[in-house]
Nanobody, 121 residues
Framework: QVHVEESGGGLVQPGGSLRLSCAAS????????MGWYRQAPGKQRELVAA???????NYADSVKGRFTISRDNAKTAGYLQMNSLKPEDTAVYYC???????????????WGQGTQVTVSS
């Protein structure tokens, strides 16, 4: 069993910063990639940023230059540093981890429960 949990959301003023954390735990052989998604009310869930096991990253155009995704050396934890936050960044942010539980298995998507980020004055 694999568990993914986010933390670090909250209320912040426009222009402020937040750092989200994601921790994967349980029966893990390797975490192939991690990603952050967000879903605002009435909108579809969208990719914000992703990072591979090799450290390659990609970002949504709307957050390039403001958000930075990273992983720890053990590669079971990930982070999203969010700077220069805007009201339109308000959403529930979800962590996704593609996890292999054995060396011979394919990676499976696991999701956290989400953390609310609200940008408002």
């Amino acid at each position: 069993q694999v568990h993914v949990e986010e933390s670090g959301g909250g209320l912040v003023q426009p222009g402020g910063s937040l750092r989200l954390s994601c921790a994967a735990s349980g029966s893990i052989f390797s975490v192939n990639s991690m990603g952050w998604y967000r879903q605002a009310p009435g909108k579809q869930r969208e990719l914000v940023a992703a990072i591979t096991s090799g450290g390659s990253t990609n970002y949504a155009d709307s957050v390039k230059g403001r958000f930075t995704i990273s992983r720890d050396n053990a590669k079971t934890a990930g982070y999203l540093q969010m700077n220069s936050l805007k009201p339109e960044d308000t959403a529930v942010y979800y962590c996704n981890a593609v996890v292999k539980t054995r060396s011979w298995t394919v990676g499976v998507n696991y999701w956290g429960q989400g953390t609310q980020v609200t940008v408002s004055s």
